[in-house]
């Protein structure tokens, strides 16, 4: 009976698995959104990309809280479980509330600096989506995932530049004439940046995770 029972609990390394799949699903809506914002291709498919992926995210979060609560033994603290599936999902939520801003106000074109702000958050998913597979031999892997928890913060620090630029530049081009448009393009800087933190808050999680379980 025990040992039918120990095959209907979810094997601890399924969540890895869910990790990674969760990983991937935020890089692909990355990419979208780093395309969305270079315009490369068509606006409309990338947000919709950006939205099916992150109901797909939702969905893998679900199965993750799942199978914390059916599983018996967990390849880490249950807790840590739950910060690092939510800090994920974090990220491609503000992704999706970005797109709801870009649809709201019918935005179109994006300026350089919102341009180098979806490269960045490009480069944050790559290196997480680099980072979540580590998890499973974190031992062997501890140095180079301090490595990229540095390189994301790196990356979050130029966001911050990039996103006091850009407020500058958008109330010198629209503050004394166009408040509407310095409004919008605030808005949208602010979600971007946002979504660049999320990814910190990934990276932190992640390395929090390493210094209590090597």
Avoid at 4 to 19: A, H, I
Avoid at 57 to 73: E, K
Avoid at 154 to 181: C, I, P, T, W
């Amino acid at each position: 009976m025990i040992s039918l029972f120990k095959k209907l609990m979810p094997r601890e390394d399924r969540f890895f698995d869910l990790f990674e799949q969760h990983s991937r699903t935020v890089n692909a809506a990355a990419n979208a959104m780093r395309d969305l914002l270079a315009g490369e291709g068509d606006l409309e498919a990338h947000c919709q990309t950006i939205i099916d992926l992150e109901h797909k995210a939702d969905d893998i979060t679900r199965d993750v809280l799942l199978a914390v609560r059916r599983s018996f033994i967990t390849p880490f603290d249950r807790g840590d479980i739950k910060d690092l599936i939510q800090s994920m999902d974090d990220a491609i939520d503000m992704m999706h509330k970005t797109v709801k801003t870009i649809r709201r106000f019918e935005q179109k074109t994006f300026g350089p600096g919102m341009r180098e702000m979806g490269e960045l958050i490009a480069e944050a998913a790559r290196l997480i989506s680099e980072a979540i597979p580590l998890l499973d031999k974190m031992g062997a892997n501890a140095t180079r995932l301090s490595v990229i928890a540095e390189e994301v913060t790196r990356v979050e620090g130029r966001s911050d530049e990039l996103y006091e630029q850009g407020l500058k530049n958008l109330f010198r081009d629209h503050g004394a004439g166009n408040a509407m448009a310095y409004l919008i393009g605030s808005e949208i800087y602010s979600e971007l940046e946002k979504v660049v933190d999320r990814f910190e808050d990934v990276a932190n999680e992640i390395s929090g995770i390493v210094i209590e379980n090597v």
